[in-house]
């Protein structure tokens, strides 16, 4: 009878964490680390190294004329025009009210330069290629050419990793630029 009620009923989810942690980290393959934040109740990570800087969006975004509904507008950024894209409208997520939470995370790839507009930033994650799962396996409303891949670290949360060039389209922007 001592020994049930001295039964720690979170022992085997700590195990389960305790043992991932324990692992060569070698036998998880590559590791990527991911900036990862929040769009409606979804999480989603894009590759650190393009990340620039995540800004609070000012009170203030110039909208451009003729634009698409996911183009919020532009903004100066220390002297640089950035174009900032509402992210949820983009993968085809219905829009939310912004709060103070949400920023905007300036990327950078070759020398395009642009904003996303995002509900909150989460953290900077570690995640190794032994957690990651195709994503073609996705059905949701998310347009699944955007997703790379859909991660499940060690919390139980799924992460889905977003392919940025493909997302904005920024091969076709650098041809176009040459």
Known sequence: MADVQNLDVAQPQKEIN?????????SLGEEHINLVFTLGRENFGVDVNIVREIVRVPSFITRVPNAPMYI???????????PVFDMQLKIGMAGSPLTDEARIVVIAINDVTFGMIVNSVREVLTIYDAQLEVATKLSSAIDRRYVLWVAKPADDRLILLLDVSSLFELDQILEDSE
């Open 18 to 26: 305790q043992d991932f942690r324990d692992l060569d980290v070698e």
């Open 72 to 82: 919020r507008g532009v903004i100066n950024l220390r002297g640089t025009i950035v």
